[in-house]
């Protein structure tokens, strides 16, 4: 994480044009925001066509997956402003820190998030109102959304250190990659195995885990 002429460009740019550089830094963010937000958007597009209590089991999830992206994009916020700072101050070593202190920290929400989502997530959307069949539907859903949690959650800690780094392109286009992916899936696992509300949640499961193979 050395300042390299490309970070040097960027610095340069926000000096003579803080607007354009605040722009730079901001759409691929908001875009990757928006990208990321998809995946829950594409299952529901699919899932829709099973009805209505497969859209409501999907939808009982929605909080808690909006809590995890906030959570993620929060903590990964200080991580890309603590890490442009040092490299803005050519303070390799601390920049270095910031992003094993990073990895460390995605470690310990995957841990806890991932363990208690597995513990209790059934309970959790009992809480929120899920009853029944679509109880069972909701939690076959969040289940494997769990599975697949360390890896969305490592790839959002990567992604905020790319973009501590002056980075912004190539995070916004590996997620946008998996959001393809999960939407070619989807209809596969969905429809043609068979797998239903299960099949949505096992299609984002792969796709977040072939995206933080790339990163």
């Known amino acids: 994480m050395r300042p390299d002429g490309k970070n040097v460009s960027r610095l340069n740019t926000f ?32 899932i829709g066509r099973l009805g209505g209590d497969s859209i409501a089991a999907v ?29 803005g101050a050519d303070d390799k070593v ?11 920290m995605a470690a310990v929400i995957s841990i806890i998030l ?52 002056g980075d912004m392109k190539l995070p916004m286009i590996i997620t946008a990659v998996g959001t393809v992916l999960n939407i070619i899936l989807d209809p596969i696992f969905i429809f043609v195995l068979n797998f239903g509300v299960k099949g949505a949640a096992m299609a984002t499961m792969i796709s977040q885990v072939v995206v933080f193979l790339i990163f």
């Open 114 to 165: 991932t363990g208690s989502g597995l513990l209790y997530g059934e309970s959790i959307l009992s809480f929120l109102g899920a009853k029944e069949s679509i109880l069972a539907s909701s939690w076959s859903y969040l289940r494997f959304i769990c599975y697949g949690l360390p890896c969305m959650i490592f790839s959002g800690f990567f992604r905020s250190i790319l973009s501590g780094e």
């Open 94 to 104: 601390n920049a270095d820190n910031s992003a094993e202190h990073a990895i460390a």
């Open 59 to 87: 939808a009982y999830n929605m909080p808690l997956f909006f809590f995890v992206m906030g959570l993620t994009f929060g903590l990964g916020s200080g991580v890309t402003a603590s890490i442009a700072r040092f490299i």
């Open 15 to 46: 000096i003579d044009n803080p607007e354009k550089g605040l722009w730079t830094l901001a759409i691929p963010i908001m875009a990757g925001m928006g990208i990321h937000t998809l995946y829950t958007i594409v299952d529901m597009l699919f």
